[in-house]
């Protein structure tokens, strides 16, 4: 599946399932609310913001669905 900016996407959380805005797609390492997440070429990650709460977090693009 290949996610652009602005996309509507869905990740699974411990309160179910969430939707959000994708915002930003990381490729190098980097660190997000004090984590630190292992982004590469092959192991995208994005920053999604929630519908929900407007909180924002890192997600494998693996773990997104559309």
């Known amino acids: 599946m290949s996610i652009g900016k602005g996309d509507t996407v869905h ?7 969430t939707t959000g805005t994708a915002v ?3 490729v190098k390492p980097f660190t997000h ?12 990650y994005w920053i999604v913001e929630s ?13 997104l669905s559309g």
């Open 24 to 26: 930003e797609k990381r």
């Open 51 to 63: 519908k929900k709460s407007g909180s924002r977090a890192a997600h494998k693009e693996s773990s």
């Open 33 to 44: 609310d004090g984590q630190k997440f292992n982004a590469s070429d092959d192991e995208p």
């Open 11 to 17: 990740w699974n959380t411990s309160q179910g399932r």
